[in-house]
Nanobody
Framework: QVQLVESGGGLVQAGGSLRLSCAAS????????MAWFRQAPGKEREFVAH????????YYADPVKGRFTISRDNAKNTVYLQMTSLKPEDTAGYYC??????????????WGQGTQVTVST
C-alpha cells in the first residue's frame, strides 16, 4: 500500500514557476515508477511527466517539454515537478501516481488527492 500526498500548488502569474511535491508513504516507493497527471475543469485527465523507479529516465508530454522537470528523491520518498514558464493553459488539478509494469503494460495503482495550480494572465 502506498499513500500519496501532493503539495505546492497555488496561484501564480503567467511566466512564473512552481514546484510540486508528492510525498509517499511505505517502504516500496523506490520500486515504483512515478508520474504526474493533470486535469482541467471539463477536460479529461492528461499525462504530464513520468520518471522511472531509479530516476534515470524521464518522459514528458509535448505541451510541457522544456518547461517542466520531474525528479525524485528515493531517500525522502518524494517526487517533484518543477514547473517554469507557466502558462494559463497549465491551470489544472495536478495528481501524482505510482505505477508498475504488469504484462508489459504500465498500470498506475495509487493516486494522490491532487493539488490545484492556477496560472493567471
Amino acid at each position: 500500500q502506498v499513500q500519496l500526498v501532493e503539495s505546492g500548488g497555488g496561484l501564480v502569474q503567467a511566466g512564473g514557476s512552481l514546484r510540486l511535491s508528492c510525498a509517499a508513504s511505505g517502504r516500496t516507493f523506490s520500486s515504483y515508477r512515478m508520474a504526474w497527471f493533470r486535469q482541467a475543469p471539463g477536460k479529461e485527465r492528461e499525462f504530464v511527466a513520468h520518471i522511472t523507479s531509479n530516476g534515470v529516465a524521464t518522459y514528458y508530454a509535448d505541451p510541457v517539454k522544456g518547461r517542466f522537470t520531474i525528479s525524485r528523491d528515493n531517500a525522502k520518498n518524494t517526487v517533484y515537478l518543477q514547473m517554469t514558464s507557466l502558462k494559463p493553459e497549465d491551470t489544472a488539478g495536478y495528481y501524482c501516481a505510482a505505477g508498475r509494469f504488469r504484462g508489459g503494460r504500465l498500470e498506475y495503482d495509487y493516486w494522490g488527492q491532487g493539488t490545484q495550480v492556477t496560472v493567471s494572465t
